[in-house]
C-alpha cells in the first residue's frame, strides 16, 4: 500500500480514488500537532496498516522537531502500547519497565 503525506495528513486511497486509510493531525500551534483521527476501511482492518501509519506520523513530526498530542482514541491507546515513542508524545505517558 502506498501512503501519500498531504499537509497535516497521512493517507492511502484504491487507484479509483476510495480512501482506504488515514490519519489526520492539524497543527495546534507551531510546534505541535493533534492527531485527531485514525481510520482504516473496514476490509483492510486487522493488517496493522494503522500502526503502520502512526510510525509514519511518528517519524515525520520528529523530522519536523514538533511534538504530538494524541486526541483520537486509537492514537492515545497506540501510544500507550508504544513507550518507545514517548520522545514525540505530550499527553500520553507510559511507564517503562527497568529490570
Known amino acids: 500500500m502506498d ?4 499537509t497535516n495528513r497521512l493517507y492511502a486511497q484504491s ?5 482506504l486509510a488515514e490519519v489526520t493531525f492539524p ?7 493533534n492527531v485527531d483521527h485514525v481510520f482504516v476501511d473496514e476490509a483492510l ?6 500502526g503502520k501509519m502512526m ?3 511518528c517519524d515525520h513530526a520528529k523530522g ?10 486509537f492514537a492515545i491507546e497506540w501510544f500507550k502500547k508504544h513507550p518507545e515513542r514517548q520522545d514525540v508524545v505530550i499527553n500520553v505517558k ?3 519497565k527497568t529490570t
Open 64 to 73: 519536523l522537531g514538533i511534538m504530538i498530542v494524541a486526541k483520537c482514541p
Open 94 to 96: 507510559t511507564s517503562k
Open 15 to 19: 487507484p479509483e480514488g476510495k480512501l
Open 55 to 57: 510510525e509514519m506520523v
Open 3 to 6: 501512503f501519500i503525506f498531504a
Open 45 to 50: 482492518r486487522g493488517q496493522g496498516i494503522a
Open 27 to 33: 497543527a495546534r500551534d507551531a510546534n505541535r500537532v
